[in-house]
T-cell receptor, first 115, second 120 residues
């Protein structure tokens, strides 16, 4: 089955700096890569996603890049703000075979943005 | 503002008791996923349903866990009997097909707020 590794496990930045979180996946058939943000006491919230036929996607201060050859994808947050502090999860899925679109999650990154 | 709802938000129970968690998916979403989150294991998929039929429940301990979707607006996860190791946050996610075919879909998943279960 799919295995997703996420790094770093914790990340501390100053407000205004950029933050980068990286994930690698094992199954070359995976074709959908969402990122989730989870705040304390809440469920994960989808913030951005990318499909395997796209190399990069941006939405305001966040962007995701995908390198299919190397089987890794990254989340980039620019101009970080204290409200960006949360746990971020990457995930991967493949709609084919017996996977039926199941998401496999990384272990999570605790991002702290200091004012 | 369409969102997934889960009840109860918190549940404290004694070992051996039955626990039932409920989820109302977003209207129009035909797929429901159940996850468990712990510090040690992270987010684990327990089971999921499409059009109310179970697609995969391989992540769920069959001897004590059961999941059903009696109608399109309600999914349930039941633990009987509960054990202290079941203590975790249980999330329901509502899924919308993003791309792919009906046989090979990829879903955009929206999570509920979770049920925090403590078994003493």
């Amino acid at each position: 089955g799919e295995n997703v590794e996420q790094h770093p496990s914790t990340l501390s930045v100053q407000e205004g700096d950029s933050a980068v979180i990286k994930c690698t996946y094992s199954d070359s058939a995976s074709n959908y890569f969402p990122w989730y943000k989870q705040e304390l006491g809440k469920g994960p919230q989808l913030i951005i996603d990318i499909r395997s036929n796209v190399g990069e996607k941006k939405d305001q201060r966040i962007a995701v890049t995908l390198n299919k050859t190397a089987k890794h994808f990254s989340l980039h947050i620019t101009e970080t703000q204290p409200e960006d502090s949360a746990v971020y999860f990457c995930a991967a899925s493949w709609g084919g075979g017996t996977s039926y679109g199941k998401l496999t999650f990384g272990q999570g990154t605790i991002l702290t943005v200091h004012p | 503002d369409a969102r997934v709802t889960q009840t109860p938000r918190h549940k404290v129970t004694e070992m051996g008791q039955e626990v039932t968690m409920r989820c109302q998916p977003i209207l129009g979403h035909n797929t429901v996923f159940w996850y468990r989150q712990t510090m040690m294991q992270g987010l684990e998929l327990l089971a999921y349903f499409r059009n109310r039929a179970p697609l995969d429940d391989s992540g769920m301990p069959k001897d004590r866990f059961s999941a059903e979707m009696p109608d399109a607006t309600l999914a349930t996860l039941k633990i009987q009997p509960s054990e202290p190791r079941d203590s975790a946050v249980y999330f329901c996610a509502s899924g919308l097909v993003l791309f792919g075919t009906s046989a090979n879909p990829n879903y955009e998943q929206y999570f509920g707020p979770g049920t925090r279960l403590t078994v003493t």
